[in-house]
């Protein structure tokens, strides 16, 4: 699966949202943030190499190719992450096939 990461996300109202340095928040850094966040319980869907070379590349570039095993992996480190509420979360999964 080919996954865009420029996409900006955006609020229920459309509006952009801005990362804390002041740039638009892409789904490559949602999704590289959620993937380098530490888990409290300590469980994480892929091995954390596999998630930090996914996460590189996520933050960088424009667009990556996911194989089935990886999206599996990464929509559940959506699923269970506790930085993200509803909003960037639920684009996240749609963004990810989730339905």
């Known amino acids: 699966m080919k996954l865009l990461l420029e996409e900006k996300l955006t609020d229920l109202s459309g ?4 990362g804390q340095d002041g740039k ?3 789904v490559g850094k ?9 888990r409290q319980d300590g469980t ?23 194989d089935e095993a990886d999206l599996k992996g990464v929509i559940t480190m959506v699923e269970t992450d506790k930085i993200f509420g509803p909003v960037v979360a639920g684009k ?5 096939g989730k339905k």
């Open 15 to 18: 509006e952009v949202l801005v």
């Open 24 to 26: 638009p928040f892409t």
């Open 30 to 38: 949602a999704l590289a943030n959620v993937l380098i966040t530490v």
């Open 44 to 66: 994480y869907s892929m091995d954390k190499f596999k998630l930090y070379i996914l996460a590189q590349k996520m933050y960088k570039e424009k667009e990556i190719e996911i």
């Open 92 to 96: 996240l999964l749609e963004l990810l």
